[in-house]
């Protein structure tokens, strides 16, 4: 997989299952990256698959990001790594292939159309007809 891609997809590290000390962040990266290897390209483009130190969804983990330049970025929480790797890949695949990374929640698979946590519109860069000239 080709880990310099456009899209990416952010797994927190430091979520931890309630009342213990298990992280599943670093499991749930793994098995994405097979999971998108596997798929090849009928997932799409390739996505980087990669872990952060917190995303802030601590009450609810494991949080993973989506993001992509241009496109909305989404938050999931609540993901588990025995239940949800398919529906994570299709959801990445759908997002590869939109132009915009918008989504209603009756279109996201999975558990995800209940576990968004953000969505945060691609930012728009305004420039000021004086400041162009």
Same mark, same amino acid.
């Given at each position: ?28 990266? @793994? ?5 998108? $290897?596997?798929?090849?390209? /009928? %997932? ?7 872990? &952060? =130190? ?38 990445? @695949? ?5 132009? $915009?990374?918008?989504?209603? /929640? %009756? ?7 209940? &576990? =968004? ?17």
């Amino acid at each position: 997989m080709d880990r310099t891609s456009k899209h990416v997809l952010t797994v927190c590290t430091s979520c931890r299952h309630q009342s213990t000390d298990c992280r599943p962040g670093l499991d749930l990266i @793994r098995r994405l990256r097979a999971a998108f $290897d596997r798929a090849g390209p /009928a %997932a799409g483009p390739d996505f980087e698959v990669s872990g &952060t =130190a917190c995303l802030a969804g601590c009450g609810r983990p494991c949080t993973v990001a989506y993001r992509a330049c241009g496109k909305t970025v989404w938050l999931f929480g609540d993901i588990d790594a025995d239940e949800d790797v398919a529906a994570l890949v299709e959801f990445g @695949r759908m997002y590869a292939d939109s132009d $915009d990374g918008w989504f209603k /929640a %009756a279109e996201r698979p999975g558990k995800l159309r209940h &576990t =968004a946590l953000a969505r945060v519109p691609a930012a728009v860069i305004r420039a000021d007809a004086e400041a162009v000239q």
